[in-house]
């Protein structure tokens, strides 16, 4: 799948990741898609509830080599 806008968070700690998910969200239009990298593993429920607060959809959520990638759609 394809994403309209990568973000890398690894290495960050709560509540960063969040933040700049927040950022990155705001410059894409209703149902483009974000891919986000982190490697912190508070990460998994902050970020699914953040999604879920907000509307937005978690299309997609691996973990490959300690770093848990989402595809986030923008509603």
């Keep these: 799948m394809m994403s309209n806008l990568q973000l890398d968070a690894k290495g960050l700690s709560c509540p960063m990741p969040i933040v ?7 410059t894409l239009v209703t ?7 982190v490697t912190d593993k508070g990460a998994l429920a ?10 937005h959809v978690i299309l997609d959520q691996s973990e490959v080599a300690g770093v848990i990638t ?6």
Aim: aromatic share 6%.
């Design 20 to 26: 700049k998910i927040k950022k990155a969200m705001d």
């Design 31 to 37: 149902g483009e898609i974000l891919e986000v990298q």
């Design 46 to 55: 902050d970020i699914s509830a953040w999604a879920k607060a907000g509307g």
């Design 70 to 75: 989402f595809l986030i759609q923008k509603a």
